[in-house]
C-alpha cells in the first residue's frame, strides 16, 4: 500500500477557509480543479477521480487534465452536485481503493450557474405585531441555492444618491418581509438584490415608496445584522485521512472564476455545450415562472416571462405560441395573431399556432378564415373531438348546418376521455338538429 495519506484541497477561488468536511462548496463556473497534498514527500504518479451525482449510491471514474504540479482540472457538464474522491498511485500502490456507497466524498461541489430569477410585484401593507415596522412585498423568486441572507434591501431618497443598505429581508412563500431601519421614511428607489450561495445575483427595483420609520431602537438591531450588500463566497477545505488542514482565516475574495495552480496561466473556458445548456436552463426557468403567473391569472406578467424567454430562443415555435396563448387572453388578438404566424413560419404545422390562428379568427369574427385553419387541425389532428365540435361550430356561423351536424356527431365518437366534449356537441345536436326543426315549424 502507498505509504502516504493526502488532503484534498479544492481551488475554486483562489482561497481557501477551513471548514468540516461535509460543508458544501457553491460555485458559479463548470470548471472545478481539485488540488492535492501528501503527509510525507514522495511521488505521484497518477490521480484517479471519482464522483457520485446521486448521494453515494454510485460512483463513477471521471476524466481530468492537469492543472499544476499538484492539481487536476474537471469539467462539470450540468448544474448539480457532485461528490469527488482522489484515489492517488505510484509505485508503492495506492492511496485507497475505489470508493463504495458507504465512502463519504473527500469533497462535495454544488455547481450553480444560473442566476436567481426574481421580479418585485409590489408592495403590502399589514399590521405589525412587533415594536419594529415590517414591510411586505409580493415577489415571484426562483432559486434552489438561497442561504438564509440571501435577500438584501437597499434604497435611496434620489436617483443619483447613493444606496443605503436596509437589511436582510426573509422570504416566506412569495413574501418579503423586510424589518424597516429607523432611518428609513420613504424613498424614491428601492432595489433588492438576490444571491444565491455560489455568488449568482439578480435585482429589481420599485420606486416612490412610503414607509413608517422604525421606533427607536430598531436601527441597532438593523446595525447588528448589517453585512456586506453581495455576500463574498470562499472556498471550503475540509480534513481528509486523519490529517487537520491548515487553518486559514476567512478572506473575501474578489474572484470569482477558478484559478489555476502553479505556472499556468490557462484561462478557462466554456465549451459551446456549456453556454447552451445555461442558455436552455435560463429559458426553463422563465418558463416556470410564467406558469406560475398563468396559474394565479397574472397574464400581464406571464407574458413578460415568455417575452424574456424569446430573446435568448426567438425561433423557439412553442415560445412563440405560448406568448401568442397569453397574449389572447389579454384581448391583444393582433399580437396574438402575429406570434402564432411566426411560430408558423419556423414550423408551418405546428398544431398549437394553427389552433390559435383560428381561435383569434372566431372570435374576431372572420368564420370563413377560421374554417381554413380548422380544416388544416382536423388534417393534423384527424382523431380529436375537440378540434370536431369547433369546426361544427364554424360551419354553423357560415350557414351549413349538414355539415355542422356532421362534425358534431363525430365529436361525440372522438370525445374519449373528455366527456365534456360529447356532452356540448349532444347538447348543440338536440338544439339545431332535425328534431328542433321539426317542432319549430307553424
Do not use: C
Amino acid at each position: 500500500m502507498i505509504r502516504f495519506g493526502f488532503l484534498v484541497l479544492p481551488v475554486l477561488t483562489g482561497v481557501t477557509v477551513a471548514a468540516a468536511q461535509d460543508a458544501p462548496q457553491y460555485l458559479s463556473s463548470n470548471e472545478i480543479i481539485l488540488s492535492y497534498r501528501a503527509h510525507e514527500s514522495g511521488p505521484v504518479d497518477r490521480v484517479e477521480v471519482w464522483v457520485t451525482r446521486d448521494g453515494r449510491r454510485e460512483w463513477q471514474p471521471v476524466q481530468t487534465t492537469p492543472a499544476g504540479p499538484h492539481a487536476v482540472r474537471f469539467r462539470a457538464t450540468k448544474d448539480g452536485s457532485y461528490g469527488f474522491y482522489l484515489v492517488l498511485h505510484n509505485e508503492a500502490g495506492s492511496s485507497a481503493a475505489p470508493p463504495t456507497p458507504s465512502v463519504p466524498p473527500h469533497r462535495t461541489v454544488v455547481v450553480d450557474t444560473r442566476p436567481p430569477t426574481f421580479q418585485i410585484h409590489g408592495t403590502l401593507e399589514r399590521p405589525s405585531r412587533s415594536d419594529a415596522p415590517v414591510r411586505l412585498f409580493a415577489v415571484s423568486l426562483i432559486e434552489e441555492n438561497l442561504g438564509p441572507t440571501g435577500v438584501r434591501v437597499f434604497y435611496r431618497k434620489a436617483t443619483n444618491a447613493p444606496w443605503k443598505d436596509g437589511g436582510a429581508a426573509i422570504h416566506v412563500d412569495d413574501q418579503l418581509h423586510w424589518t424597516v431601519p429607523e432611518t428609513f421614511a420613504g424613498a424614491e428607489e428601492i432595489k433588492i438584490v438576490v444571491t444565491d450561495l455560489a455568488g449568482n445575483r439578480a435585482f429589481d427595483t420599485i420606486h416612490d415608496v412610503k414607509i413608517s420609520a422604525s421606533p427607536s431602537g430598531a436601527d441597532e438591531q438593523q446595525a447588528k445584522s448589517k453585512q456586506m450588500p453581495f455576500p463574498a463566497k470562499a472556498t471550503l477545505v475540509g480534513p481528509v485521512a486523519g490529517v487537520d488542514p491548515p487553518t486559514v482565516a476567512p478572506v473575501l475574495p474578489t474572484v470569482v472564476r477558478p484559478v489555476s495552480l502553479g505556472d499556468s496561466t490557462e484561462t478557462p473556458t466554456v465549451s459551446p455545450q456549456q453556454t447552451e445548456d445555461r442558455r436552455e436552463d435560463s429559458i426553463a426557468q422563465l418558463r416556470r415562472l410564467a406558469r406560475r403567473h398563468i396559474n394565479v391569472g397574472e397574464w400581464s406578467l406571464a407574458t413578460a416571462r415568455f417575452e424574456d424567454a424569446l430573446t435568448q430562443a426567438p425561433d423557439d415555435a412553442d415560445l412563440l405560441v405560448d406568448l401568442g396563448s397569453a397574449l389572447y387572453r389579454l384581448g391583444r388578438y393582433r399580437e396574438a395573431a402575429e406570434r402564432f404566424e411566426s411560430a408558423r413560419e419556423v414550423l408551418p404545422d405546428h398544431h398549437g399556432a394553427v389552433e390559435g390562428l383560428a381561435l383569434v379568427a372566431a372570435t374576431q369574427k372572420r368564420y370563413p378564415q377560421a374554417r381554413e385553419h380548422l380544416l388544416l387541425l382536423l388534417r393534423l389532428a384527424p382523431d380529436s373531438g375537440k378540434n370536431q365540435l369547433r369546426f361544427g361550430d364554424i360551419e354553423h356561423k357560415l350557414g351549413n348546418l349538414d355539415q355542422a351536424l356532421e362534425a358534431w356527431r363525430k365529436a361525440i365518437k372522438l370525445s374519449g376521455d373528455d366527456p365534456a366534449i360529447g356532452a356540448r356537441a349532444k347538447k348543440r345536436i338536440q338544439y339545431f338538429g332535425p328534431s328542433r326543426i321539426r317542432q319549430t315549424r307553424p
